[in-house]
């Protein structure tokens, strides 16, 4: 994360205890990262107090205890008819929510020592997020809690802190079975924050800046701060991107305890996916010339309009979402938030083309919300998966009407200066869809969001299209976004005042990396006694749709302003079409795995949204021993027009994009190819039927050598750091061996640790934190994280019979 780095007034520390030696600053922030205490399982009295925890595991934070696993068919195993999935008979779902041990009460415990001066200080602690349902203890008192897992909340502890003394943290968490519909995580999953500041300062989350005028001479940049002493000074400097100073304004108008700020920013560099740029804020709090307090807060600057008929524009201009959904947990990290696996997804993401993400169905982290500032990416920050009515037993229903508003509040207060965030959502297939009360709590939820932020529109992602036509409910939505359905758009468009469509949620369609079942036909909710899922990407649930249906819509109707894909990459839980089956406990509806490795899909939206680069994709893989001479059809996807295919040198006909049916819209494909060993070749030809590209796959022989490939070999030394390597095996001339399942081991020597391992197969149980695993369709990823150290290390992987592979990554200070 980069928020805190300017001046030597906000500082991060990463230290066991953390002790202040001095307060010459006005204002500190500290992750409380290192010397956790955490026991799972029992829960007494004395654990909030002054406690000998010794015995207790050592944790850092962000921390998931339930990811270790071992996975467990008999954890939450759930009797019931999923009703989203068209279920009317209960029957055994086992991987529903990645039959990972999260269900239980744990507690987390820290110290932290203040200087006597700490006295004179406002001290806050910050939780961006706890799995689930926290109470907070200081020093033996109950301090706060708040019982959505998903939501940042802080607590002013200034009354309960002791200064010049250490103080005991202790937070009791507990998680309920059956209160999921995928994998929740557990524990304090997020970072921790400590902050001090003087007593006269701005309020936490205080600072809001928006940009009501946008153009390409100037910019209005509205700021409004919310200080706790009248009387002061409050100087706002603006810097550019490189640092520079821009603007500088002493606020004139206060209403209440707000000051107002209205600045002219000349030829601003506007935020935007293609120019992400953004400006920093440094408010200052003065008492005359005393500084008094200082807050940094990144914002961008950029205009959002939705209009009917023109749909939705990005500083001007007309735009559609190419989105994905994404849950929020990262494979075999499982929930534990960390920059680099978010910086990994979204740059797989970016070179798909893809410029928008929806946080399915919760509040993202704010490192999430960081890095999409940085690397371009438009947001749709979402609240619930339950308003009142319940999806699951002990799902959020229970908390709904008591706590709606402050988790709407605390979102938007929390996030809002992120200029990626262009749209809120305040549910996903609400049950409440139905019914008079249902539109009474839309309208509520809306109102809140309007009332905390009136610069974004508020959607809703219905399912249940028909009911919310009839009911009103649909109309009044600022945007109205439709899971699925893509029969009902039209008569969705019809019936509902907007003027425009989102497609909230799309596709779900299933697959396997690497995975392909004959015959190529298209199937609904389509099972296989492997519990795989084809990568001919032509089989979807009996709900949703494949992928040229959703293209189709976005092409041709004008009023949809774009989709968000069902699902970025693989998550733990959910594994439709296997809900049922053991052992599956990974969805299959990613466009990567749950490695991250791209499966075919990606290719497919690739060739759409990434219009800088081109893609000729072609598949299935070419080693089908047994198949000779069996209908094997080969599909292309590509961003060109047509392509010819040969098989070992003969030519297998040109193939031309039509309209014919969606998919010979979208795809090219050769549906009667007859299985031989060999070369598979194909050639792109432009508008003017000249050859531009070939893309070639080669009959494997038996694997030979493991091949490394990292995502980064220079890490930062902060023990957080990881580098991705993917292990792929090859035979002795190179070619990958996409049927490999072999077992390899993992060693890591030097500045540098084994981390995880996953091989995106949605039914293996083996563990992700053992130096060992087998390869799915030839490849792996391992995880080595840096330490704290500088230095460099060597990871080895080595499988029976094979050659090993090594890599170097280094691994330096900041
Ligand atoms: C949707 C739901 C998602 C996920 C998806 C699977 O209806 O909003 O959370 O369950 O179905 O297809």
Redesign the pocket.
Known sequence: MKIYSLKSTLIIFFLFTVTFTSFAQNRTEQLLTDGWKFLKGKNEASFAKDFNDRAWKTVTVPHDWAIEGPFDKEIDKQMVAIV?NGESKPSEKTGRTGALPYIGEAWYRNTFSLPASAKNKQIILQFDGAMSEPKVYLNGVKVGEWNYGYNYFYIDITDHVLAGQKNVLAVHLSNQPKSS??YPGAGLYRNVRLITKNKENIEQWGVSITTPEVNKDFAKVNIKTKLSAPGTKLITRILDGQGKLVATDTAKTYFGNEADQNIKLLNPNLWSPETPNLYTAISGLYDGNKLLDEVTTRFGVRSISYVAGTGFSLNGKVRKFKGVCLHHDLGPLGTAVNVAALRRQLMILKDMGCDAIRS??NMPSLEQLELCDELGFMFLAETF?EWAKPKVENGYHRFFQQDAEKDIVNLVKATRNHPCIVMWSSG??VPDQFGAEGVKRAKWLQEIFHREDPTRPVTV?M?QVKATMASGFGALLDIPGL??RVHLYDEAYKAFPQGMLLGS?TA?TVSSRGIYKFPVVQAKNKTYPDFQSSSYDLEC?D??NVPDDDFVMQDDKPWVIGEFV?TGFDYLG?P?PYDESWPSRSSY?GMCDLAGIPKDRYYLYRSRWNTEKPTLHLLPHWNWEGREGQTTPVFIYTNYESAELFLNGKSLGVQKKNKATPQNRYRLMWMDVKYEPGTLKVVAYDQNGKAVAEETKTTAGKPYRIVLDPDRKQLTADGKDISFVTATVVDKDGNPCPTANNRLGFEVKGDGIFKAVCNGDATSLEMFDKPTMKLFSGKLVILVQSTHKQGSMVLKVKGKSLISGTVEISAQKQ
Do not use: L, V
Request: with cysteine.
């Open positions: 989203q519909r995928w399915s169905h998966d996903n297939e992602g399912d899971n699925y949620e779900s649930c709900w949703s069902w959910e439709t509806f």
